[in-house]
């Protein structure tokens, strides 16, 4: 068993965590804005099949 009280143990806890925060290496970042799509086209022109109508 531990010799120190549990408040002992959330107050050295909470000191770590504050000693802590601030080596991380994490950046915030965003991400880019959405690139904005290009309606399809109308369609030009004649089909040129061979197939038959049933």
Do not use: C, E, F, H
């Not at 965590?17 to 309606?39: E, F, I, K, M, Y």
Request: glycine share 6%; proline share 9%.
């Amino acid at each position: 068993m531990s010799a120190t009280a549990p408040q002992d143990d959330l107050v050295k806890t909470l000191d770590r965590l504050t000693a802590g925060a601030g080596l991380s290496t994490q950046q915030n970042r965003s991400l880019p804005a959405a690139q904005v799509v290009p309606p399809i086209p109308s369609r030009v022109g004649v089909a040129q099949s061979n197939a038959k109508a049933s």
